[in-house]
């Protein structure tokens, strides 16, 4: 693999060096520009784009500055709220720095069933091995938000969820040096300070931003700060070819209050239950790219990212639940000693695509395709005897409880053909193959014995899909795609240790496929739409279930492939401006929007045969009024999730912090901007009736027990670019 990537960065330096001989005056042909098709800045992302297709695939594409939100905070609701069935778990002022979202009734922790990207390259922890989001840019720094559902699985990976890619803004291309400066103040000693500078000269342009955000927190002990940055510089030598370079950072320290019981959370849902939990997670990305165009029917991009991270976690663990209060012990005068995790993070991912027209008949048809090489190193530490203290304190005594390696190797080519047939129909085929190998080395400590492992496992999944989209008129279109999808299992399930839990000898990685069938469309500019059905297969869906030793009698537990589950429903968005209805020459518009997902996400083998899936909400139904003209823009939003449960058995009360009710919940929300020239006023209100809820339970961190969202906020802001 080696040799192949030194033979590809080889035939890059000819292509520039020929690139830029070739670069003399010369006629060119006539180039039309088209945008998305939006309506108040929601869209969907033509047939072809960037070699990568898209034509009969559910997606939505949002372009962030058209949007009235606090993106100061990265509010998940508002921003991405309007793509119709999102789910999102708000731990992000409890201990972590991003929202957690899914699609289709998934586990939206940590996004962990999305293929999560920035400008195209993975930005999670690992592709497949420990899928964990744990940083995503600043909203003031994004331009716009891809997400493609299940059929990402061809072109992207093989995640259940789909795609979600935040473009970050680019340098603007007239100047050769712009500034933007954003600072915003808001409640619980929130204060956001977003600084970007670009600009194009010649044939280098740049873009580069600052964030730093403070805050102390909804809840007592949730004090944390933040510092992201991003830079990019491209250079064009030609009109064929650009090559740039990219680096993405975080710093961040973060303290989190524990989670709750449910009679603590309906007693009061701001008390803290924990003083002394602590985590940090320094996030490193560097990514290099190349476009280049031999002719005006080929495309071949080539990507590769460098990820290295960590995160480090001190806290006093769920021994006891979230009812266990950390007190000093009167015998010793001292808390008791925390727990210390330590997690190295690093991949590297590179990507070559190559895009085709070419004639088929009379019609004009596209194949793309690629090739991913991924490796990943993971060093997770964990289990070790912290300090007394209450200070970010990583010292430990003794030795580590756990000391593992991992590794994840993955390589997959893929390809994808349009075939156009007539003017109105494209059927789209595709093919993925991935190679998958993980090893796990290392050791554990159970009952003073030290247990060591020193595994390695291969495997191959083909992946297939077909996608066909029907165009009954130039703004509208019918259509339908089946796509497979499969997820392997994680470090975690590859960690065979503990004399209480065993892993079943004959696990086998989850499977199946996602498959929509819909009708989308804009009529002039004010009216979008996008209305369909879906059903998703998530088969060898993998826990933990009690057994008995036939032997000893004793009861144990065992990992395990436990159900099959099937996720059916409806997904629709709907958005009229009303006045552009009444007059398309009106200055003003006044638009209603509305993004509702019914999802039934039920087991449908196993002991929870019948059962919800864990954290799968019925009904997410949010409904939007927006009012704008040249100078100022407000929306208000209503945001209704139907209930759900913490695990497959469905239980509305228990003593495990993760098993139990998660009630439906109303939140309202409202944002305004006002604009002249270069200047902008923002303010706005989250959580306006301050309801009361939340949207997950954990049996770890940030917990255990109930985290709950964050009530009634305001905020103000001032942008200006100069």
Not at 514 to 526: M, P, S, V
């Amino acid at each position: 693999m080696q040799k192949i990537i030194i033979t590809i960065c080889s035939l890059l330096c000819v292509l520039i060096t020929n690139a830029q001989k070739a670069d003399t005056s010369r006629t060119l042909k006539e180039v039309t520009i088209t945008g998305y098709k939006t309506v108040n800045g929601v869209g969907h992302l033509p047939e072809i784009k960037n070699g990568i297709i898209y034509a009969g695939k559910k997606n939505e594409i949002i372009l962030v500055d058209s949007l009235d939100a606090n993106k100061a905070i990265n509010n998940t609701r508002q921003i991405l709220g309007r793509i119709p069935g999102l789910n999102i778990v708000e731990t992000e002022s409890s201990g972590f720095t991003a929202n957690g979202i899914a699609t289709r009734g998934l586990n939206p922790i940590q996004s962990i069933e999305m293929n999560t990207r920035q400008n195209g390259y993975n930005i999670s922890a690992d592709i497949y091995g420990y899928n964990e989001a744990y940083y995503i840019p600043p909203m003031e720094a994004v331009s716009r938000i891809e997400m493609v559902r299940g059929a990402a699985s061809l072109q992207f990976g093989s995640q259940f969820g789909g795609l979600v890619n935040y473009v970050t803004k680019d340098a603007p291309a007239n100047k050769p040096f712009e500034f933007t400066t954003s600072q915003t103040i808001g409640s619980f000693g929130m204060f956001n300070s977003f600084n970007s500078v670009g600009g194009t000269y010649k044939k280098i342009s740049y873009y580069g931003f600052i964030q730093y955000r403070n805050m102390n927190g909804y809840r007592p002990n949730s004090q944390q700060w933040q510092l992201s940055g991003f830079g990019k510089f491209e250079y064009k030598p030609s009109q064929k070819l650009n090559i740039g370079i990219e680096y993405s950072l975080l710093r961040n320290q973060l303290k989190m209050p524990g989670g709750l019981t449910d009679s603590m959370f309906y007693t009061n849902p701001k008390v803290s239950t924990r003083t002394r939990n602590w985590l940090k997670s320094p996030w490193n990305i560097a990514t290099v790219y190349a476009n280049f165009t031999p002719s005006e029917n080929t495309t071949i991009s080539l990507k590769t990212s460098y990820l290295f991270s960590n995160r480090s976690l001190v806290w006093r663990n769920e021994d006891g639940g979230a009812s266990a209060l950390d007190e000093i012990d009167p015998a010793t005068n001292a808390f008791v000693p925390r727990e210390v995790g330590r997690q190295d993070i690093h991949n590297t991912t590179t990507e070559l695509r190559i895009a085709h027209n070419y004639k088929l008949g009379k019609q004009q048809s596209t194949i793309a395709g690629g090739l991913r090489y991924s490796y990943a190193w993971f060093k997770r530490q964990g289990g070790g005897e912290g300090t007394t203290n209450s200070d970010f304190d990583l010292s430990i005594t003794g030795d580590w409880g756990y000391n593992l390696d991992f590794t994840t190797t993955n390589i997959a080519p893929f390809v994808e053909n349009i075939f156009r047939v007539g003017n109105n129909l494209t059927i789209t085929p595709g093919f993925r193959f991935e190679y998958l190998n993980s090893t796990a080395k290392g050791y554990k400590i159970e009952d003073n014995i030290k247990l060591s492992t020193d595994q390695s496992r291969n495997r191959y999944f083909p992946l297939a899909g077909l996608g066909i989209e029907y165009k009954p008129s130039k703004n509208t279109s019918l259509y339908a795609n089946f796509s497979q999808a499969y997820r392997p299992i994680d470090y975690s399930q590859l960690e065979p240790f503990g004399t209480t839990s065993k892993i079943d000898p004959d696990l086998k990685d989850a499977y199946g496929f996602n498959a929509d069938l819909g009708y989308r469309g804009t009529i002039k500019n004010y009216f979008n739409f996008d209305i369909g059905g879906f059903y998703m297969a998530y088969n060898n869906r993998i826990g933990v279930v009690l057994k008995q030793d036939p032997v000893t009698g004793d009861d144990y537990s065992l990992r395990t492939n436990i159900a099959n589950s099937v996720h059916k429903g409806i997904e629709s968005y709907a958005e009229l401006n009303i006045l552009k209805a009444i007059n398309e020459k009106s200055k003003y518009g006044l638009s209603v929007f509305n993004s509702f997902a019914y999802i039934d996400a039920r087991y449908t083998s196993g002991e929870f045969k019948g059962k919800r899936v864990e954290a799968a909400a019925k009904t997410i139904n949010r409904v939007g009024l927006i009012f704008c003209n040249k100078h100022f823009s407000s929306t208000f939003q209503v945001n209704s999730v139907g209930d759900a449960y913490g695990d497959a058995s469905n239980v509305k009360t228990s003593d495990d912090p993760i098993a139990g009710y998660i009630p439906a919940y109303t939140v309202l929300d409202i944002s305004a901007t006002y604009k002249i020239n270069n200047y902008a006023i923002k303010i706005g209100s989250n959580n306006i009736a301050d309801k009361s809820y939340f949207t997950r339970r954990t049996d770890e961190y940030p917990g255990p027990g109930i985290i709950p969202s964050v009530g009634r906020s305001f905020y103000v802001g001032f942008t200006a670019k100069f």
